[in-house]
């Protein structure tokens, strides 16, 4: 609410803009308008994306690499060929992230060149976005988006206000009211503009969409004549007259186009006028806008105007003019000072636990690599001093000291042995994981009209199998977020409006004189209080003519639309007040006063006059049930009260969301005096938030008690059967919400989060000593070795015990930890139920509730642990009790935490996550859900009525809670085997061709003389190996959707890593190892006479590497194909069409003479295919390695099968046992 004010000194924490004085908006510095969100420009984006590029440590690895290779005489491979791998990963990066930033420069210059207009020199003329700067006045027409941060000067709606929608902000797409200071309204064309004097003082830029604080000061002067001035005397300050009202959406003529028909003479005269007033402005302190002098006659009465700017004053870049044919704005933050802008922080990067685990290979392998190069070198030293010394065919091999020849074999085989480290992953990691995101957000599964899910990162893909905890909101995420008005108490009678719809309103506005005159007016009292204290705006829709109501708050919405079904219908928002129709009699409601909701008042209430703005000043106020009572007045009978929380608590155990509403008369001078403490705290611009809380608190208070209402939001579709679904495949399900107890306790057991066969053990305390109680109460019962746990600690705490004694109690107390925390997943122990305790913390006890549905049961058979806390508990346990806390909450299958705020929730999140060391994912649909969203390991936003400040904050974001199940355990599950499978079989692939070059390093006197051609090892990874594992990490699956989703405990494996962890990892390694040997050390003993071509001929190394080499891709591709679960035809084309290009490759290599000054491979091929030794050879070690991987898993299926296997096998059972049936009744349809 603005009003007039003093004008105050200048802070120097405040800015200051000035209409019409663009030199002097310009000497202030502000930013241009030019938004640019680009990494990179074209002169940086080749260094800028080479030092990101070499943050990767597997980067600089290999560029390290590359330049040992380039030493001359170093490198035992042709040079170019340790280049091109780091060139194409490079390459590949760098092309990866010039898409990205070109999208975001083409969504730069679109919104840096849309067209505006801005009154400049007189007219509006068209500018582009990016060069409105900061004191311009702009115009902005229906439809268009706002282009900077706009002070709302005077619109085409009723007395300056205007709706804006906020979707690219904050998500709401329900329209928003804004209004102008009331100093500017009349300010609404081109000529009055050009005569503005305003200065406006306001906030530095920020990142708070709903916050903003300043004031304006706007010069009026009067022709007077035979009078003094009034600036004087120190009379009062007049108020100006104002023009002649326009009707909605007319306007004026002499705007936009007409102003340019402004003579120089007017000109002139408004830069004289100008000049003027910039002499009078000294004259005033701080302000700058001076009064008026002295003297009679003809002159100028020069006066301000003040008031003070909050957000509902501001027009956010971004947000776009809805159902206002126009507005003037006046530019406050521009460019990199707008909101938006503030807002535009990117998200800090989550690494998966595969990332963490890939990077430890990666270290393990760079350290057996830096062993096995100093032993070489090493050897190496030992050949030269016992062989090379004295063999005189080696002259050139001793040239150098020992320590020389050290140093140059250890960088020899430093680049020899790079191919340890498959460069090729980290690239194939990255398409795997994009083309897994894709096939989400293709999945027909998680679409919900017409809103499919959303992948905002990949790399998070492999983490959603390992989720353990599920924190999520309860209304919006387990619930449709659809109100529906139901039930009410008025005066401690129940009316339900889903039987008897429109009842109420029929008895408040009825003559029957059986009806008392008290209930009828607490009737229609309380039908008031709905119809008049809210934010909604109505809206005709423009197609069908129906009175549509909008609102941020879907409750707010049911109110009114119930309200107008009982009679009483809200018609019109505008300055002068709320336009009604109650009974058929059309009337204005003034608001007065508005007390705003939020967060820590969690109520909201508005100042008008009873019978249509004629009668006594009267406050309407609803709120939660917890903050209403305590601002009740003792006149409120005990039995209405007593009815009233009755009801709250019947409401509350059907799942059903209430207020509660109250009135208070006003006098007329207190209302008079608080409003004008009210307008100081308002127009403060230290504190003001708080100041108006305070303020707030004098006025609320006293309240009568008119009744309650209960509204009913809908569990989602397949709620149930998800939350059974996730229990029953080990997970954790947390609901945190702000709800009452009750509330949330029937929500629970509704969507089978909790059954009759759970142990509910509730903490509801009203001290923290008293929850500290209560939380080693249940410690005792319900967590193994809880008596040990509590003494151990006790006795640390006091500090009396001896250093070792000390020690000794603390390493008794990890190893009992530890052993609860693995307890966790082998289930607790429960003792019989007994009631439920008051909400209020009166009492203690525990309880199981009774609901419907079956109990999903715990993760051993044994009864299930639910715990059920409040926030003030909450607070309590996180501050005082925090060990004992996570201790209790490890041994509870699930929790309900309520009445909490967005910071508790968060708070909960990092406390599980951190002590627990296991991978959380929280779930939510709202604004308040967004600190718990980025806290968690893994976060999802419902695309959900409360628009999409979730979704854009989260992860991952799908329509509803339903499609998390899918998400989790079909899309989640597939995308860790396959990443997990890539990484081992990576290793595996290259280890084999380097322990088979470890191995000739013995044959050849450790002098780093390589086995294979430097192009062949080249495209080795790069081409011929390179699409099994791509399609492999894409497309595979290890047992059907149908039976994951039939079988939850196929999920639960995944929870350690068992499919990445380092026992596989030693597993692959293992195979390497058998696999090379059983290939290198038969075929070199054939080559001991070096006549293996058929004429007598000698082969050579590049013979014998070349015919390695071949197996070893063979090998190498066919074990893909054992490894392979689901059999596509892709997973054919990629294995045979890989060898396939290997041998054309080859072929055409080995004919020609030389390829890069390289001649070794001359005729090679041709040679090797004539030879029909080559032929045997192949076949048996082909066939004798696979057939030590076709033993292994025949051994580890037979009597170590998995999950999953065991899942495959009754799938097969069941196909043989349907297959019998039919048979049989097709050969004896009698007997069946």
């Given at each position: 609410?603005?009003?007039?004010?003093?004008?105050?000194?200048k802070?120097?924490?405040?800015?200051?803009?000035r209409?019409?004085?663009?030199?002097f908006?310009a000497?202030?510095?502000f930013?241009?308008?030019y938004?640019?969100?680009?990494k990179?420009?074209?002169?940086?984006?080749?260094?800028?994306?080479?030092?990101?590029?070499?943050?990767?440590?597997?980067?600089?690895?290999?560029?390290?690499?590359?330049?040992?290779?380039?030493?001359?005489?170093?490198?035992?491979?042709?040079?170019?060929?340790?280049?091109l791998?780091?060139?194409?990963?490079?390459?590949?990066?760098?092309?990866?992230?010039?898409?990205?930033?070109?999208?975001?420069?083409?969504?730069?210059?679109?919104?840096n060149?849309?067209?505006?207009?801005?009154?400049?020199?007189g007219?509006?003329e068209?500018?582009?976005?990016?060069?409105v700067?900061?004191?311009?006045?702009v115009?902005?027409?229906?439809g268009?988006?706002?282009?900077?941060?706009?002070?709302?000067?005077?619109?085409?709606?009723?007395?300056?206000?205007?709706?804006?929608?906020t979707?690219?902000?904050?998500?709401?797409t329900?329209?928003k009211?804004?209004?102008?200071?009331?100093v500017?309204?009349e300010?609404?064309?081109?000529?009055?503009?050009?005569?503005?004097?305003?200065?406006?003082?306001?906030?530095?830029?920020?990142?708070?969409?709903?916050?903003?604080?300043?004031?304006?000061?706007?010069?009026?002067?009067?022709?007077?004549?035979?009078?003094?001035?009034?600036?004087?005397?120190?009379?009062?300050?007049?108020?100006?007259?104002?023009?002649?009202e326009?009707?909605?959406?007319?306007?004026?003529?002499?705007?936009?186009?007409?102003?340019?028909?402004?003579?120089?003479?007017?000109?002139?005269?408004?830069?004289?006028?100008?000049?003027?007033?910039?002499?009078?402005?000294s004259?005033?302190?701080?302000?700058?806008?001076?009064?008026?002098?002295?003297?009679?006659?003809?002159?100028?009465?020069?006066h301000?105007?003040?008031?003070?700017?909050?957000?509902?004053?501001?027009?956010?870049?971004?947000?776009?003019?809805?159902?206002?044919?126009?507005?003037?704005?006046?530019?406050?933050?521009?460019?990199?000072?707008?909101?938006?802008?503030?807002n535009?922080?990117?998200k800090?990067?989550?690494?998966?636990?595969?990332?963490?685990?890939?990077?430890?290979?990666?270290?393990?392998?760079?350290?057996?690599?830096?062993?096995?190069?100093?032993?070489?070198?090493?050897?190496?030293?030992?050949?030269?001093?016992?062989?090379?010394?004295?063999?005189?065919?080696?002259?050139?091999?001793?040239?150098?000291?020992?320590?020389?020849?050290?140093?140059?074999?250890?960088?020899?085989?430093?680049?020899?042995f790079?191919?340890?480290?498959?460069?090729?992953?980290?690239?194939?990691?990255?398409?795997?994981?994009?083309?897994?995101?894709?096939?989400?957000?293709?999945?027909d599964?998680?679409?919900?009209?017409?809103?499919?899910m959303?992948?905002?990162?990949s790399s998070?893909?492999?983490e959603?199998?390992?989720i353990?905890w599920?924190?999520?909101?309860?209304?919006?995420?387990?619930?449709?977020?659809?109100?529906?008005?139901?039930?009410?108490?008025?005066?401690?009678?129940?009316?339900?409006?889903?039987?008897?719809?429109g009842?109420?309103?029929?008895?408040?506005?009825?003559?029957?004189?059986?009806?008392?005159?008290?209930?009828?007016d607490?009737?229609h009292?309380?039908?008031?209080?709905?119809?008049?204290c809210?934010?909604?705006?109505?809206?005709?829709?423009?197609?069908?003519?129906?009175?549509?109501?909008?609102?941020?708050?879907?409750?707010?919405?049911?109110?009114?639309?119930?309200?107008?079904a009982?009679?009483?219908?809200?018609?019109?928002?505008?300055?002068?007040?709320?336009?009604?129709?109650?009974?058929?009699?059309?009337?204005?409601?003034?608001?007065?006063?508005?007390?705003?909701?939020?967060?820590?008042?969690?109520?909201?209430?508005?100042?008008?006059r009873?019978?249509?703005?004629?009668?006594?000043?009267?406050?309407?106020t609803?709120?939660?049930?917890?903050?209403m009572?305590?601002?009740?007045?003792?006149?409120?009978?005990?039995?209405?009260?007593?009815?009233?929380?009755?009801?709250?608590?019947?409401?509350?155990r059907?799942?059903?969301?209430?207020?509660?509403?109250?009135?208070?008369?006003?006098?007329?001078?207190?209302?008079?005096?608080?409003?004008?403490?009210?307008?100081?705290?308002?127009?403060?611009?230290?504190?003001?938030?708080?100041?108006?809380?305070?303020?707030?608190?004098?006025?609320e208070?006293?309240?009568t008690?008119?009744?309650?209402?209960?509204?009913e939001?809908?569990?989602?579709?397949?709620?149930?059967?998800?939350?059974?679904?996730?229990?029953?495949?080990?997970?954790?399900?947390w609901?945190?919400?702000?709800?009452k107890?009750?509330?949330?306790?029937?929500?629970?057991?509704?969507?089978?989060?909790?059954d009759?066969?759970?142990?509910?053990?509730?903490?509801?305390a009203?001290?923290?000593?008293?929850?500290?109680?209560?939380?080693?109460?249940?410690?005792?019962?319900?967590?193994?070795?809880g008596d040990?746990?509590?003494s151990?600690?006790?006795?640390?705490?006091?500090?009396?015990?001896?250093?070792?004694?000390?020690?000794?109690?603390?390493?008794?107390?990890?190893?009992?930890l530890?052993?609860?925390?693995?307890?966790v997943?082998?289930?607790?122990?429960?003792?019989?139920?007994?009631?439920?305790?008051?909400?209020?913390?009166s009492?203690?006890g525990?309880g199981?509730g009774?609901?419907?549905?079956?109990?999903?049961g715990?993760?051993n058979?044994?009864?299930?642990?639910?715990?059920?806390?409040?926030?003030?508990?909450l607070?309590?346990?996180?501050?005082?009790h925090l060990?004992?806390?996570?201790?209790?909450?490890?041994?509870?299958h699930?929790?309900?935490?309520c009445?909490?705020?967005?910071?508790q929730?968060?708070l909960v999140?990092?406390?599980?996550?951190?002590?627990?060391?296991?991978?959380g994912?929280?779930?939510?649909?709202?604004?308040?859900?967004?600190?718990?969203?980025q806290?968690a390991k893994?976060g999802?936003?419902?695309?959900?009525v409360?628009g999409?400040?979730a979704?854009?904050?989260?992860?991952?974001?799908?329509?509803?809670?339903?499609?998390?199940?899918?998400?989790?355990?079909?899309?989640?599950?597939?995308?860790?085997?396959r990443?997990?499978?890539?990484?081992?079989?990576?290793?595996?692939?290259?280890?084999?061709?380097?322990?088979?070059?470890?191995?000739?390093?013995?044959?050849?006197?450790?002098?780093?003389?390589?086995?294979?051609?430097?192009?062949?090892?080249?495209?080795?990874?790069?081409?011929?190996?390179?699409?099994?594992?791509?399609?492999?990490?894409?497309?595979?699956?290890?047992?059907?959707?149908?039976?994951?989703?039939?079988?939850?405990?196929?999920?639960?494996?995944?929870?350690?890593?068992v499919t990445?962890?380092?026992?596989?990892?030693?597993?692959y390694?293992g195979?390497?190892?058998?696999?090379?040997?059983?290939?290198?050390?038969?075929l070199?003993s054939?080559?001991?006479?070096?006549a293996?071509?058929?004429?007598?001929?000698?082969?050579?190394?590049w013979?014998?590497?070349?015919?390695?080499?071949?197996?070893?891709?063979?090998?190498?591709?066919?074990?893909?194909?054992?490894d392979?679960?689901?059999?596509?035809?892709?997973?054919h084309?990629?294995?045979?069409g890989?060898?396939?290009?290997?041998?054309?490759?080859?072929?055409?290599?080995?004919?020609?003479?030389?390829?890069?000054?390289?001649?070794?491979m001359?005729?090679i091929?041709?040679?090797?295919?004539?030879?029909?030794?080559?032929?045997?050879?192949?076949?048996?070690?082909?066939?004798g390695?696979?057939?030590?991987?076709?033993?292994?898993?025949?051994?580890?299926?037979?009597?170590?099968?998995?999950?999953?296997?065991?899942?495959?096998?009754?799938?097969?059972?069941?196909?043989?046992?349907?297959?019998?049936?039919?048979?049989l009744?097709?050969?004896?349809?009698?007997?069946?």
């Open positions: 609410m603005d009003t007039e004010e003093e004008a105050p000194q802070t120097s924490t405040f800015l200051d803009l209409a019409n004085e663009a030199a908006n000497s202030q510095g930013p241009s308008n938004i640019r969100t680009t990179y420009t074209i002169l940086t984006f080749l260094p800028l994306n080479l030092w990101e590029q070499f943050h990767r440590l597997s980067n600089v690895y290999f560029l390290v690499s590359m330049i040992v290779a380039l030493i001359p005489g170093v490198s035992p491979i042709f040079p170019i060929t340790s280049i791998p780091l060139v194409f990963v490079l390459t590949v990066g760098a092309i990866k992230d010039a898409v990205e930033d070109h999208g975001r420069y083409k969504a730069d210059r679109a919104a060149s849309v067209p505006m207009y801005v009154l400049r020199g007219v509006l068209q500018v582009r976005t990016q060069d700067t900061s004191g311009d006045i115009f902005v027409e229906k268009q988006v706002f282009p900077a941060d706009l002070l709302l000067l005077s619109s085409s709606g009723r007395e300056g206000q205007c709706y804006v929608e979707s690219n902000l904050d998500g709401e329900n329209l009211l804004r209004q102008a200071a009331h500017t309204v300010y609404d064309n081109v000529e009055k503009l050009n005569r503005l004097k305003m200065r406006v003082e306001f906030e530095e830029p920020n990142e708070h969409l709903h916050e903003f604080k300043g004031r304006i000061s706007v010069q009026v002067s009067e022709v007077v004549s035979g009078h003094p001035l009034p600036g004087s005397a120190g009379g009062p300050v007049g108020e100006g007259t104002k023009g002649e326009k009707k909605e959406g007319e306007k004026d003529p002499s705007a936009a186009g007409d102003s340019s028909e402004h003579t120089s003479e007017s000109a002139e005269g408004h830069g004289e006028h100008k000049r003027s007033f910039r002499r009078r402005r004259s005033r302190k701080g302000l700058g806008m001076g009064g008026g002098g002295e003297g009679e006659g003809e002159g100028e009465n020069i301000e105007k003040h008031a003070s700017l909050n957000e509902t004053h501001l027009l956010l870049r971004g947000s776009s003019l809805r159902n206002t044919k126009w507005v003037y704005g006046f530019a406050l933050y521009t460019g990199t000072d707008t909101k938006i802008f503030k535009l922080k990117p800090a990067h989550k690494f998966s636990a595969l990332e963490h685990r890939l990077n430890q290979f990666v270290l393990f392998i760079f350290v057996l690599q830096q062993i096995a190069c100093i032993f070489c070198s090493g050897m190496s030293v030992w050949f030269q001093k016992k062989t090379a010394r004295d063999s005189f065919y080696l002259e050139g091999y001793n040239d150098y000291n020992d320590w020389e020849l050290f140093v140059r074999n250890f960088l020899t085989f430093f680049v020899l790079n191919v340890m480290i498959p460069i090729s992953l980290f690239v194939s990691l990255e398409l795997v994981r994009v083309a897994q995101a894709l096939f989400m957000m293709w999945d599964e998680m679409r919900h009209r017409g809103k499919r959303i992948a905002k990162t998070l893909n492999d959603l199998a390992r353990e599920v924190f999520s909101d309860k209304t919006g995420t387990l619930t449709e977020n659809i109100m529906e008005f139901v039930k009410c108490s008025v005066i401690g009678h129940v009316h339900n409006e889903t039987t008897c719809p009842q109420l309103g029929q008895l408040a506005l009825s003559q029957d004189s059986r009806i008392g005159k008290n209930t009828r607490m009737m009292d309380f039908l008031l209080c709905m119809l008049l809210h934010d909604v705006v109505p809206e005709v829709d423009a197609s069908s003519g129906v009175l549509l109501y909008e609102s941020q708050s879907p409750d707010e919405t049911a109110l009114t639309e119930a309200a107008r009982n009679g009483y219908e809200l018609l019109q928002r505008s300055a002068e007040g709320l336009h009604v129709r109650i009974g058929g009699r059309e009337m204005l409601y003034p608001v007065l006063a508005k007390l705003e909701f939020n967060a820590d008042r969690k109520r909201m209430s508005i100042v008008t009873e019978n249509g703005g004629h009668g006594r000043l009267v406050l309407y609803k709120g939660a049930d917890s903050i009572y305590e601002r009740l007045s003792g006149e409120n009978t005990d039995y209405v009260k007593n009815e009233v929380d009755d009801n709250l608590g019947m409401f509350a059907e799942g059903l969301r209430t207020l509660v509403l109250g009135k208070r008369y006003l006098k007329e001078k207190e209302f008079h005096s608080w409003l004008k403490r009210f307008h100081e705290a308002e127009s403060s611009l230290e504190d003001r938030k708080m100041k108006v809380d305070a303020v707030c608190e004098q006025l208070h006293s309240l008690l008119l009744g309650c209402t209960a509204i939001d809908k569990l989602q579709p397949e709620v149930p059967e998800t939350i059974h679904y996730l229990l029953e495949a080990g997970v954790s399900v609901v945190l919400t702000g709800d107890r009750e509330t949330a306790v029937n929500i629970a057991f509704s969507s089978k989060l909790l009759s066969s759970t142990k509910v053990i509730h903490v509801a009203k001290t923290s000593a008293e929850c500290g109680e209560q939380i080693r109460k249940y410690i005792r019962e319900f967590v193994p070795n040990s746990i509590l151990l600690r006790e006795e640390i705490a006091k500090g009396y015990l001896d250093r070792s004694e000390l020690k000794r109690k603390k390493r008794l107390l990890e190893h009992l530890k052993q609860n925390s693995q307890h997943k082998e289930g607790t122990k429960v003792h019989e139920s007994s009631s439920l305790p008051p909400e209020d913390g009492g203690s525990s199981s009774s609901g419907s549905g079956s109990g999903s715990s993760r058979g044994n009864a299930r642990v639910g715990l059920v806390i409040n926030g003030v508990s607070q309590y346990a996180l501050e005082d060990d004992d806390f996570v201790e209790l909450s490890l041994a509870c699930c929790a309900i935490c009445r909490i705020t967005p910071l929730k968060a999140v990092h406390l599980v996550e951190k002590r627990t060391n296991k991978i994912l929280a779930i939510g649909d709202g604004a308040n859900d967004v600190s718990m969203i806290e893994v999802i936003g419902i695309i959900g409360e999409t400040q979704a854009r904050a989260s992860d991952y974001a799908i329509p509803q809670f339903r499609h998390l199940r899918r998400l989790l355990m079909v899309h989640g599950r597939y995308s860790y085997l990443s997990g499978d890539l990484i081992l079989y990576s290793f595996y692939k290259n280890m084999i061709v380097m322990f088979c070059q470890l191995f000739y390093t013995f044959y050849n006197g450790f002098t780093g003389q390589t086995l294979f051609d430097s192009w062949i090892l080249l495209f080795y990874n790069m081409v011929f190996t390179a699409l099994p594992p791509l399609i492999l990490g894409i497309f595979e699956k290890d047992c059907p959707e149908e039976e994951i989703d039939r079988y939850p405990q196929v999920y639960r494996r995944y929870h350690d890593g990445c962890n380092w026992l596989q990892f030693w597993k390694m195979f390497s190892l058998v696999h090379s040997a059983l290939v290198f050390f038969p070199v054939l080559f001991d006479e070096d293996f071509v058929s004429n007598g001929r000698t082969s050579g190394i013979f014998q590497g070349t015919m390695i080499v071949t197996i070893l891709i063979s090998i190498a591709l066919l074990k893909n194909g054992i392979t679960r689901s059999w596509t035809i892709l997973n084309i990629g294995i045979w890989s060898f396939a290009t290997y041998l054309g490759f080859l072929y055409w290599y080995s004919s020609l003479p030389s390829l890069m000054a390289q001649g070794n001359y005729f091929v041709q040679v090797m295919f004539s030879t029909p030794k080559f032929y045997m050879i192949f076949v048996l070690c082909v066939v390695v696979l057939l030590v991987d076709m033993i292994y898993k025949y051994i580890q299926w037979q009597f170590f099968p998995v999950d999953w296997q065991l899942v495959l096998e009754k799938l097969e059972l069941a196909k043989e046992s349907k297959k019998t049936r039919e048979s009744e097709s050969s004896h349809p009698s007997v069946i």
